[in-house]
Each structure stands twice: as C-alpha cells, then as structure tokens.
C-alpha cells in the first residue's frame, strides 16, 4: 500500500510560480515511479510529468516542456513539480500518482495510487 498527500497549490497569477510537493508512505518510495496529473473541468486527466524510480529518467508533456521540473527525493519520500512561467491553461487539479513499476507511464490506468488532489489556479 502506498499513501500519496499533495501539498503547494494555490492561486497565482500568470507568469508566476509554485512547488507542488507529494508526501509518499507505505511501500519502500525509491521502488516505484511517479507520475504528476492533472485535470481541467471538462477535460480528460493528463500526465504532465513522470519520473522513475531513481529520478534519472524524466517525461514531460510538450505543453509544459521548458517550464515545470518535476524532481524526488528518495531520503525524505516526496516528489516534487517545480511550476514557472504558469499559464492560465495550466489551471487543473493537480494529483500526484505511484506506479509500481520503474519507469512513468503516460497511462493513468498504470498507476495504483493516488493523491487527493490540490487545485491550482493561474489568473490572467
């Protein structure tokens, strides 16, 4: 079993930036991949960046390529998404997700577990 807590989100204006945060629990954190989510209203979830198991593989979605850096830290069990240059389009609730394999997938139906959730809002 793994326990996924986001935290970081907020309002924030264009250009602007924030740190998502996710505390892991429960299963060995340096044996899985993780992946951050996101999904507007009305639109289907999306994988916006993935990341293996020891961090040295990275996957980025072309829309956020340039701009959000997602990272982890294996000793301290948490995962983050570093977010610059915001855009009002990245406005979304942003879920962090664990994937008992070692390597990201684009497919949210590869992850088993899921965080709750936290809202980001980009105003223009």
């Known amino acids: 079993q793994v326990q996924l807590v986001e935290s970081g989100g907020g309002l924030v204006q264009a250009g602007g930036s924030l740190r998502l945060s996710c505390a892991a629990s429960?299963?060995?954190?340096?044996?899985?991949?993780m992946g951050w989510f996101r999904q507007a209203p009305g639109k289907e979830r999306e994988l916006v960046a993935g990341i293996s198991w020891s961090g040295g593989s990275t996957y980025y979605a072309d829309s956020v390529k340039g701009r959000f850096t997602i990272s982890r830290d294996n000793a301290k069990n948490t995962v983050y998404l570093q977010m610059n240059s915001l855009k009002p389009e990245d406005t979304a609730v942003y879920y962090c997700?664990?994937?008992?394999?070692?390597?990201?997938?684009?497919?949210?139906?590869?992850?088993?577990?899921w965080g709750q959730g936290t809202q980001v809002t980009v105003s223009s």
């Open positions: 429960g299963r060995t954190f340096s044996t899985y991949a």
């Open positions: 997700a664990a994937t008992l394999t070692l390597r990201s997938s684009r497919r949210p139906d590869d992850y088993n577990y």
